[in-house]
């Protein structure tokens, strides 16, 4: 029987936070086939490679060199193929300007970075649960920033 995966990027420049995103998940237990992505080139490059498949949930870092979380969320927005995808800011900014911009520009979620393993596993067990279909449809300023 075949089990049924959901696909997870991330796109984050800091080399600990995307180790520990990868090892937070392999502990969950939870069925994910997680990639990762040193920036928002790599991501772009990926996402747009006709060999992917296409990620349930992308974790998007704002503060990346080369090409940022922002200016990857913009392109991805614009893309009609990539409309299924839930985007789930993911960053140390808890800036409102921050939050406002990724929220009014198609972002699903702003989850502020846990400091700790154990948070960032309850933090990441509480979003791929999340039932995606209501959460987008009803989406709202107050159920936009991740609050544990």
Known sequence: MQKEFI?????????????????????????????????????????????????NILFLDLNMPRKNGFECLLDIRKEKKFNDIAIAIYSTSSSEEDIENT????????????????????????????NWQYHTSGLNKENFLLRL
Not at 103 to 128: C, M, R
């Open 103 to 130: 929220f009014v520009h198609g972002a699903n979620i702003y989850i502020k970075k846990p400091s700790d393993f154990n948070t960032l596993k309850k933090v990441l067990s509480e979003v791929v649960t999340l």
């Open 7 to 55: 696909t997870i990027a991330l796109a984050d420049d800091d080399e600990d936070d995307r180790l520990f995103f990868t090892d937070a998940f392999e502990e969950l237990k939870i069925n994910t086939n997680v990639t990762t992505c040193n920036d928002g080139v790599e991501l772009m490059e990926y996402l747009l490679n006709p060999d992917t498949i296409l990620p």
